[in-house]
Nanobody
Framework: EVQLVESGGGLVQAGGSLRLSCAAS????????IGWFRQAPGKEREGVSCINNSDGSTYYADSVKGRFTISSDNAKNTVYLQMNSLKPEDSAVFYCAARDGATLDPREYDFWGQGTQVTVSS
């Protein structure tokens, strides 16, 4: 059974940092791609970043480039999203998802975690 479990969300002031974790199980992690997505109230789910675990290639939405960093620990089957210089507009529920090729399009992902709330206060 595929499982994705996010953690690390919380409340932070603008300019602060958080690190999200996505622990994966139930599939061959090294052959997978893991994406981070976010959804704010009343808005569509959007791709934030993704990593291809087979070659380490990474991708970012323009809105987070230079502020967020995605990384993967293949030994722990875990993907991290380091978020720095957070802004109030980053507030959302953050989800991780898995598939067999990296893309920032949430419609392409089959397996999803339950989400973790990130709130950035001004």
């Amino acid at each position: 059974e595929v499982q994705l479990v996010e953690s690390g969300g919380g409340l932070v002031q603008a300019g602060g940092s958080l690190r999200l974790s996505c622990a994966a199980s139930g599939f061959t992690f090294d052959d997978s791609a893991i994406g981070w997505f976010r959804q704010a109230p009343g808005k569509e789910r959007e791709g934030v970043s993704c990593i291809n675990n087979s070659d380490g290639s990474t991708y970012y939405a323009d809105s987070v480039k230079g502020r967020f960093t995605i990384s993967s620990d293949n030994a722990k089957n875990t993907v991290y999203l380091q978020m720095n210089s957070l802004k109030p507009e980053d507030s959302a529920v953050f989800y991780c998802a898995a598939r067999d090729g990296a893309t920032l399009d949430p419609r392409e992902y089959d397996f999803w975690g339950q989400g973790t709330q990130v709130t950035v206060s001004s």
